[in-house]
């Protein structure tokens, strides 16, 4: 259980992925997810579901 809720914590836009061994620090969630999905919806296969996986 966490000592402060997560609702008290603040926000940031930051997100991190490792996908394919490669760690990528993100500035904004929004354009992480575009690309994600983007990924998700050009590719088939095991790269799929990599992608997917990252998206969700």
Avoid at 5 to 18: I, K, Q
């Amino acid at each position: 259980m966490l000592k402060i809720s997560e609702l008290a914590m603040p926000r940031t836009r930051n997100v991190t992925t490792l996908c394919n061994g490669r760690r990528e620090v993100w500035t904004d969630y929004e354009e992480a997810k575009a690309y994600f999905l983007e990924m998700m919806m050009s590719t088939d296969g095991e790269e799929h579901e990599r992608a997917e996986c990252v998206y969700i």
